[in-house]
Nanobody, 116 residues
Framework: QVQLVESGGGLVQPRGSLRLSCVAS????????MGWYRQAPGKERELVAT??????STHYADSVKGRFTISRDYQTMYLQMNSLKPEDTAVYYC???????????WGQGTQVTVSS
């Protein structure tokens, strides 16, 4: 079992920055690829960024390229968000994929609101 807990969300003005964290506990050695997703009101959950198990390979949605940076260490995954826009407002979720079973673990989400 793996537990994922996000933090770092909040209210920020346009063009501001936030850093989200996702702390993994439990059988974290079983987690390979991790990622950040977001869901805005009335919209489907969408991919933001993913990072490989060793952290050497990253992928970003076109909408966040050049503004967001995903990174990870042994226990924690981060999402540095710069130049935030109102359309970035959403609940942000982290996930991790089991290398053994392919099961996808999800955190509970953290709200990010970009507004003046």
């Amino acid at each position: 079992q793996v537990q994922l807990v996000e933090s770092g969300g909040g209210l920020v003005q346009p063009r501001g920055s936030l850093r989200l964290s996702c702390v993994a506990s439990g059988s974290i050695f079983s987690i390979n690829t991790m990622g950040w997703y977001r869901q805005a009101p009335g919209k489907e959950r969408e991919l933001v960024a993913t990072i490989s198990g060793a952290g050497g390979s990253t992928h970003y949605a076109d909408s966040v390229k050049g503004r967001f940076t995903i990174s990870r260490d042994y226990q924690t995954m981060y999402l540095q968000m710069n130049s935030l826009k109102p359309e970035d407002t959403a609940v942000y979720y982290c996930n991790g994929i089991s290398i053994h079973t392919g099961y996808v673990y999800w955190g509970q989400g953290t709200q990010v609101t970009v507004s003046s």
